[in-house]
């Protein structure tokens, strides 16, 4: 059965009218490119070399629509309006990001009510794999917001160890504490242990606030390398890393429920996110099945959910 490749809707060859319209303004774009990887690579500069997806994980960008295709920034003063990712270079079931980080996406989307950037799954004219996503660092007039990850707010010397989600989350509005609350579930429950300071950022407003930014890079780190269930530590205290070497800590709802207080979230509010997650892991696991994942990623993808839905219930 044939899926958007945006929203992952069933029965549609392409782009559904939704996703046309979110993703490109209406217009019916080809889900398969017309230029390979290699023709934007050289437009890349060299990419920094580490252990985590986020440190060998290669992006190039692309320019408004033309017609039905999207093309290549054809020039130092064009616009960039979507970045595109190929395949990891390395790691286990490489092919597998880009279907990875768009039903991982799609489901903090869709399942948990957790604004993202816009994105979608296609093919590069040799037929591998490309994640696309829209750019959300620009106004509908084409300037460009004024956006800064938490490495800078925090002014934090590494982006894994010098500063915990609980520093990040009281600096926080009200509103976007519980954003981010039901962001680090989210994390948690779909495998994802690289969301470091550089993958949290706020975002300028119309009105000239800075606010919370939609999530992105957002996917299951679990299906290609092993990894903590978080990326930095919780709490102030460096659970994680307090720990002997090769001992994790294991977390459960009664860690969140914690967490949510310190930041000062009403006890309702913080009850009700637990059950909404707990009450979706079914629909999770049909989301994962739906996906562009092969039939093995899907597999890996599905036991590290439950899994983490086991831990997250634990007493």
Same mark, same amino acid.
């Given at each position: 059965?044939? %899926?958007?490749?945006?929203?992952?809707?069933?029965?549609?060859?392409?782009?559904?009218?939704?996703?046309?319209?979110?993703l490109?303004?209406?217009?019916?774009?080809?889900p398969?490119?017309?230029?390979?990887?290699?023709d934007?690579?050289?437009?890349?500069? =060299?990419?920094?070399m580490?252990f985590?997806i986020?440190?060998? %994980?290669r992006?190039?960008?692309i320019g408004k629509?033309?017609?039905?295709?999207?093309?290549?920034?054809?020039?130092v003063?064009?616009?960039?309006?979507?970045?595109?990712?190929p395949?990891?270079s390395?790691f286990?079931?490489?092919? %597998?990001s880009?279907?990875n980080?768009?039903?991982?996406? %799609?489901?903090?989307?869709?399942?948990?009510?957790?604004?993202?950037?816009?994105c979608?799954?296609?093919k590069?004219?040799?037929?591998?794999p490309?994640?696309?996503?829209k750019?959300?660092?620009?106004?509908?007039?084409g300037?460009k917001?004024?956006?800064?990850?938490?490495?800078?707010?925090?002014?934090?010397?590494?982006?894994?160890?010098?500063?915990?989600?609980?520093?990040? =989350?009281v600096?926080?509005?009200?509103l976007?504490?519980v954003?981010?609350?039901?962001?680090?579930?989210?994390?948690f429950?779909?495998?994802n242990?690289?969301?470091?300071?550089?993958?949290?950022?706020l975002?300028e407003?119309?009105?000239g606030?800075?606010?919370l930014s939609?999530s992105?890079?957002l996917?299951n780190?679990?299906?290609?390398?092993?990894?903590?269930?978080?990326?930095?530590?919780?709490?102030?205290?460096?659970?994680q890393t307090?720990?002997?070497?090769?001992?994790k800590?294991?977390y459960?709802?009664?860690?969140?429920?914690?967490? =949510?207080k310190?930041?000062?979230i009403?006890?309702?509010?913080?009850s009700?996110?637990?059950?909404?997650?707990?009450?979706?892991e079914?629909?999770?696991?049909?989301?994962v099945?739906k996906s562009?994942?092969?039939?093995?990623?899907?597999?890996?993808?599905?036991?590290?959910?439950?899994?983490?839905?086991?831990?997250?219930?634990r007493?």
């Open positions: 059965m044939a %899926q958007c490749n945006g929203c992952l809707k069933d029965n549609i060859n392409g782009f559904c009218s939704s996703c046309e319209t979110v490109f303004n209406r217009s019916k774009v080809n398969q490119l017309t230029f390979d990887w290699e934007i690579s050289k437009r890349i500069d =060299g990419q920094p580490g985590s986020s440190g060998v %994980q992006k190039g960008f629509p033309r017609g039905i295709e999207l093309v290549p920034k054809m020039g003063d064009e616009k960039s309006k979507y970045i595109v990712k395949m990891l390395r286990n079931l490489p092919d %597998q880009p279907a980080e768009h039903v991982t996406m %799609q489901i903090a989307k869709q399942l948990f009510g957790i604004k993202t950037a816009e979608a799954y296609m590069f004219a040799n037929g591998t490309a994640y696309v996503t750019r959300f660092d620009y106004n509908e007039n300037e917001l004024n956006q800064e990850d938490f490495a800078s707010v925090l002014q934090a010397t590494d982006k894994y160890n010098s500063k915990t989600y609980q520093d990040v =989350g600096w926080l509005s009200p976007n504490k954003d981010f609350l039901r962001i680090l579930i989210f994390n429950i779909s495998g242990g690289d969301v470091h300071l550089k993958n949290i950022s975002l407003t119309a009105d606030d800075m606010m939609p992105y890079d996917m780190t679990k299906i290609h390398l092993t990894d903590n269930f978080l990326a930095l530590n919780l709490f102030e205290e460096l659970e307090s720990l002997p070497l090769g001992e800590y294991i459960t709802s009664s860690d969140f429920i914690e967490f =949510g310190r930041l000062k009403r006890d309702s509010v913080i009700k996110t637990i059950d909404m997650f707990n009450a979706k079914s629909e999770l696991i049909a989301m099945d562009f994942l092969s039939g093995k990623a899907k597999a890996l993808y599905k036991k590290n959910v439950v899994e983490n839905y086991k831990l997250f219930r007493k």
